[in-house]
């Protein structure tokens, strides 16, 4: 367990990364979303760990990250298993839910859209692929999320690959990181792969 000089002082720093960042996503035009979206997309689909993959957790888009929705319909099409985060209230975290249609979509505790509360709960220990959005990555695997914690809970229950995405503008140096939270295996970007050295 990090110190508690250690744990304030990575707070603070994610805090004011989270700041800076969101000044960088929020400055991109329409045009600038799609463009990138569209270009980490087609990196996944063109993968192996995407076409190897029968069961992939992806994420539905808030302000500021990469929309995933070719990614989303390809997998239904091709006959993936496709989960989303859903939020337990009597948890107070996220589950990884299956998802068959992206009308069925409803928003969730946050305003995000998930699927709905009759859609099973998917067994995350057979999960071939996680996809998470971040504020931010570094070239180690590091990410920063929005904070709270939510995702790297839920992410530490997965044993797939984890796979981050974000604009070039979003990976950094290094990014403050605690012990909890979950490291990438590999991060798609509009420019490219960036694959972290093994630990």
Request: charged letters at 25%; one cysteine or more; aromatic letters at 4%.
């Amino acid at each position: 367990m990090n110190e508690p000089g250690t744990n304030s002082e990575a707070r603070l720093a994610k805090r004011l990364a989270r700041e800076e960042l969101r000044l960088t996503s929020g400055g991109l035009s329409l045009g600038q979303a799609m463009a990138a979206s569209e270009a980490v997309c087609r990196l996944i689909l063109e993968s192996a760990a995407w076409r190897e993959a029968g069961q992939a957790m992806l994420y539905m888009a808030t302000p500021g990250e990469l929309d995933l929705n070719q990614l989303l319909i390809n997998g239904l099409e091709t006959g993936k298993k496709i989960a989303l985060p859903r939020y337990s209230a009597k948890k107070e975290a996220y589950e990884a839910c299956a998802l068959s249609h992206l009308s069925d979509l409803v928003p969730g505790k946050f305003g995000i859209l998930e699927p709905p509360e009759d859609n099973p709960i998917m067994d995350t220990m057979q999960l071939d692929l996680a996809i998470v959005g971040g504020v931010a990555f570094d070239r180690l695997g590091g990410r920063l999320g929005r904070g709270g914690g939510f995702f790297d809970r839920l992410l530490a229950g997965i044993p797939a690959a984890k796979c981050g995405v974000c604009l070039d503008e979003q990976v950094r140096r290094d990014v403050p990181v605690e012990r909890h939270d979950v490291k990438m295996d590999m991060i798609a970007t509009p420019s490219g792969w960036l694959v972290p050295p093994p630990a």
